[in-house]
């Protein structure tokens, strides 16, 4: 293995390890428990800097039954000038359900604010970011009740679990069937997400047992959670808007989705971007860079 050092950076020095060509940039902290399950494990890419700097948590998509957690980065990724963060969870296709990734991503915060001394992390800039099911749950991290608990006997559970905003991709703004259905079109659920991860082999056992999985649906929905006082959002859809959807990918990556939480924002005053795919729709004055430079590094 070499060592190599980064020459330019916009606000520090970032010291990496590159394995093969192409392999990338190994993490400083290396598979971290920052939770129970043996899936709550966290690589951290430290940037080195005199004073404490935000971290990009990155969690990872698959509809909440698969993927894994960033084990590398690309050079150009650890020159932005902020520390950088990947998580592993709990998935459905290792038998598990929700909330156990909702709870794992919101530990996760509560993690890094945990280590913001020894990492040399700003508590107050932390931004998750995902795509998909990575996406939605960034959403849910960034429009969730703080669940701090400051008496706990866990120093982690004592810390915050509030964020400074969510920059997302194709991500779902609600997993409720109903809005999905009517809003997006029913060949979204061709997709297992929307009903697997909360026990039902099918949607039409979540549907008609409606009563049954209500509460944990709303609960893993990013809609459920928004109010006024919410972070900034940033949402990016990378396949066309169509309505009814004429597959499940599209449907799962629907813009729509953004528009849902766009509308919903408006009413209360909670600042939300919307970026489409085709050029010819209307794009965000605050760019995906712009929105990170602000939340993380302190730009305009």
């Keep these: 293995m070499k060592l190599f050092f980064l020459l330019i950076s916009l606000l520090c020095t970032c010291v990496f390890v590159s394995g093969k060509q192409n392999a990338g940039v190994l993490p400083t902290d290396k598979d971290i428990d920052y939770g129970d399950h043996k899936k709550e494990k966290m690589n951290f890419w430290k940037c080195d800097s005199e004073s404490h700097i935000g971290v990009l948590l990155d969690i990872h998509g698959g509809g909440w039954m698969g993927g894994k957690k960033d084990e590398s980065k690309h050079p150009s990724q650890l020159q932005k000038g902020y520390h950088l963060a990947s998580i592993s969870y709990p998935l459905v296709n290792e038998g598990d359900k929700q909330p156990q990734m909702l709870h794992a991503a919101l530990r996760a915060v509560q993690f890094l604010r945990y280590k913001a001394k020894e990492w040399n992390i700003d508590p107050t800039r932390i931004v998750a970011t995902g795509g998909s099911a ?6 849910l991290v ?5 669940i701090a608990s400051p008496k706990s006997k866990d120093p982690i559970e004592r810390q915050s679990s509030r964020i400074a905003g969510a920059l997302v991709a194709g991500a ?7 809005i999905i259905k009517e809003r997006i079109g ?10 697997q991860p909360f026990g039902a082999e099918t949607i039409e056992e979540l549907t008609n047992n409606w009563e049954e999985y209500r509460n944990l649906v709303l609960q893993c929905s990013p809609l ?16 066309n808007r169509e309505f009814p959807t004429s597959k499940s990918p599209n449907g799962i990556h629907s813009p729509i989705f953004g528009e849902i939480m766009l509308e919903a924002c408006k009413k209360i005053g909670v ?30």
């Design 134 to 139: 990575g996406g939605c749950s960034s959403l």
């Design 142 to 146: 960034a429009l969730h009740d703080d």
């Design 172 to 178: 779902q703004t609600t997993m409720n069937p109903f």
């Design 186 to 195: 029913e060949k979204t659920f061709g997709n297992p997400m929307p009903y």
């Design 224 to 239: 459920s959670h928004l109010t006024k006082d919410d972070p900034p959002l940033h949402l990016f859809y990378n396949v």
């Design 271 to 300: 600042e939300c971007h919307l970026q489409y795919h085709e050029k010819d729709r209307a794009q965000p004055k605050v760019s995906r860079e712009e929105f990170l430079n602000r939340l993380l590094l302190g730009g305009s």
